[in-house]
């Protein structure tokens, strides 16, 4: 017969089994530190490379909002192992909300505010929905979520309805009119993507993290040793969807505005394309995948206007080929070999 203790012993030792990869990533997060000063420092620095091109800064501030974006739906892939089809909803969730906001007079900060806290308590509703079941059937429930949802915004008249929602106003920042140009707006976008970042580093840091780790690993092992599978992945789907809506706050203040193709049902699955190039469980590979998406895209439309999208689809074809750690695992392999080569 096994004693309280004993079992208490049994129960530690098995959680320090599962959680082990989780902490040897550690290690791999003490390497990652030169991400974020590398991100900050190519960001502040894009503006002066381009000479402050307007479109050029636009195009990197959709890259950011969409990276943003991504680096949400990396926490639900990459991290919990769950696939969601229905990841473009929390775009359109975060623009239609601090875009009505923005056109009744709100200032930037409670916008962004308000924005995340509608998104988490509706991202908490549906999450409790969809995780109650795992794989094909979340990703299925994820998809009809999303189409609700986009189906939903397409019925309310005041926020533009089938049109969209366009001539959306810039907000004042603390009172203050800071965003009077494309690079105010390109840093606007920055600044949420880096928040973004230090946030999803700070949680898959944590033992919110590990637990993550292990339900993507091992639902069975996990829930042996008493993790609750469906609190942690209701919670993942939340912060998921906050960023995703952080995200969709940097797109329609770039854009000034959003329609319905950016985010129906099909947007979803880009999101998970420029995922998978970038490079997923890595949260700054969601970045690098939008920035290769939005200027390649951009430069095979205006240089082969009709067959685009055969170069598009061969290019990232050819990457997820090459690539199967996307461009944040190459990154990785390189800074690896790099640390050693003897000195």
Do not use: K
Not at 48 to 70: E, H, P, R
Not at 263 to 275: K, M, P, Y
Not at 328 to 337: D, E, K, N, Q, T
């Amino acid at each position: 017969m096994i004693t309280g203790s004993g079992q208490t012993t049994g129960l530690a030792t098995r959680t320090r089994t599962l959680l082990a990869p989780g902490a040897r990533t550690a290690g791999v997060a003490s390497r990652r530190r030169w991400v974020l000063p590398a991100v900050i420092a190519i960001g502040i620095a894009f503006p002066f490379v381009v000479s402050n091109d307007a479109y050029n800064l636009q195009l990197a501030g959709d890259a950011l909002a969409l990276g943003t974006w991504v680096m949400g739906l990396d926490i639900l892939v990459g991290y919990i192992g769950l696939v969601s089809f229905g990841h473009a909803a929390w775009l359109a969730v975060g623009a239609y909300t601090f875009g009505y906001l923005a056109q009744q007079g709100w200032d930037a900060v409670p916008a962004i505010a308000v924005t995340v806290v509608f998104t988490a308590g509706l991202s908490w509703l549906m999450g409790i929905v969809a995780t109650r079941a795992g794989g094909l059937a979340f990703a299925i429930i994820t998809l009809a979520e999303g189409v609700v949802l986009y189906t939903l915004i397409l019925h309310l008249g005041f926020l533009g309805g089938g049109i969209g929602m366009f001539g959306v106003p810039l907000p004042h920042i603390a009172g203050f009119g800071l965003l009077g140009s494309e690079q105010s707006l390109y840093f606007f976008a920055l600044v949420l993507a880096v928040m973004s970042y230090v946030l999803l580093r700070s949680l898959v840091a944590s033992p919110v993290g590990g637990f993550w780790r292990a339900i993507r690993d091992d639902r069975v092992r996990a829930q042996s040793i008493g993790i609750e599978l469906q609190r942690y992945e209701v919670l993942g789907f939340v912060v998921a969807a906050v960023i995703g809506a952080v995200g969709g706050i940097g797109f329609v203040a770039v854009n000034a505005g959003i329609g319905p193709a950016q985010f129906d049902w099909s947007q979803s699955g880009l999101a998970l394309v420029i995922l998978i190039v970038g490079g997923s469980g890595t949260l700054y590979g969601a970045l690098i995948g939008a920035v290769i998406y939005v200027f390649a895209s951009n430069y095979l439309t205006s240089s082969f206007a009709s067959t685009w999208q055969v170069y598009f689809g061969a290019l990232f074809v050819a990457l997820v080929l090459l690539l199967p750690g996307g461009v944040a695992g190459l990154l990785r392999l390189a800074s690896g070999r790099l640390r050693r080569r003897p000195a």
